[in-house]
């Protein structure tokens, strides 16, 4: 064994750790299994230092910098795409050295996040909204039910253009798009404790007052049962038109259900978005052929969420808030 480079990992490591110790390279080549010609050459080049070997690069500093500009001011262009536009600035590079340069410099082709637009009256009140509920404990946020609606598709691999993004940028609006529908798909209305779930709604037709209030009395009520029993709780919905309606107040007043106040646009402070998010990934290589096997499926993966998963995400609601605070009303990474 007379060349460096069969030697493996533990073998270097062997051979520098008893170099430093002052060993001579007959001990070294004897401890280390090899040739005290593989050990002297070995050392010789970590104290020279290799030259660098290998074809030499194609492209130029400046090239690189005029690719990361191409990504930069449009992230949602594909390599095909990235690539013709660098070629016709004159640099000569492939298809796979333009990806692989791509990725050198910290880019990765990620799904792009949605969220909604918040303007500066909305981020006013949710900074209000937190600082009011900032000192609240985990017990108080264990009385409130999370209650939300999501929309399930059948083409779960349909999640439309790709981005190119560095760590870190997931919420940079840069790297972001708009919401789109995917039909077919199924609405669905789920409700979640620090206890655990209650039992899903699928929405036939459009969610006016009169249906939601129809939810709450057949849906909502039974989770209620289920979860806290005979205890007090406190509802929480958003502000969509027929969570606000007066006629949907009144059913809650009729009830005696209290309704927690809840600012607009934010689904980073539900802890039901993130397990709605749970649920969906456990369905991503599902492949319902109709809207009756998704339903299934969606029932089956509901089925499997456990308290101890409602219950760190209720714990979360602390940090969110802070979250919340931290940034001023914006939205958060949740």
Not at 241 to 255: Q, R
Not at 295 to 322: D, V, Y
Request: hydrophobic share 35%.
């Amino acid at each position: 064994m007379g060349k460096t480079s069969d030697l493996t990992a533990v073998q270097k490591t062997i051979i520098d750790t008893l170099h430093k110790e002052g060993k001579t390279q007959k001990v070294i080549a004897k401890e280390a299994g090899c040739s005290q010609s593989s050990v002297s050459k070995h050392i010789n080049r970590q104290a020279k230092g290799r030259k660098k070997c290998g074809r030499k690069k194609c492209t130029s500093s400046r090239d690189n910098r005029t690719l990361q500009r191409i990504v930069t001011t449009n992230p949602f262009k594909n390599v095909g795409e990235i690539h013709k536009e660098w070629t016709a600035a004159g640099v000569s590079a492939s298809r796979t050295t333009t990806k692989r340069l791509m990725k050198d410099m910290g880019f990765r082709c990620r799904i792009p996040c949605v969220k909604p637009l918040l303007n500066k009256k909305q981020r006013k009140k949710r900074l209000a909204w937190a600082k009011d509920k900032k000192d609240w404990t985990d017990a108080e946020w264990s009385k409130v039910m999370f209650s939300d609606e999501s929309k399930f598709c059948i083409s779960f691999g349909n999640q439309g253009p790709r981005v190119w993004r560095k760590s870190g940028e997931a919420q940079n609006p840069r790297c972001m798009r708009s919401s789109v529908k995917f039909p077919p798909s199924v609405m669905v209305w789920g409700a979640m404790s620090s206890a655990g779930v209650g039992p899903l709604c699928f929405l036939r037709s459009r969610v006016n007052a009169a249906v939601y209030q129809e939810v709450l009395e057949h849906f909502m009520l039974p989770a209620a049962d289920q979860l806290y029993g005979d205890a007090d709780f406190t509802f929480q919905q958003d502000l969509a038109p027929a969570h606000s309606a007066k006629t949907t107040s009144t059913w809650f007043k009729d009830h005696g259900i209290p309704v927690l106040d809840w600012p607009a646009n934010s689904p980073d402070l539900n802890p039901i978005e993130n397990l709605w998010g749970i649920v969906k990934r456990r369905m991503q290589y599902a492949r319902p052929n109709n809207a009756e096997e998704l339903k299934t499926t969606i029932r089956a993966t509901w089925a499997l969420i456990t308290p101890e998963q409602c219950h760190r995400l209720i714990e979360s609601m602390p940090r969110r808030i802070t979250a919340v605070i931290e940034a001023k009303g914006a939205l958060t990474k949740y």
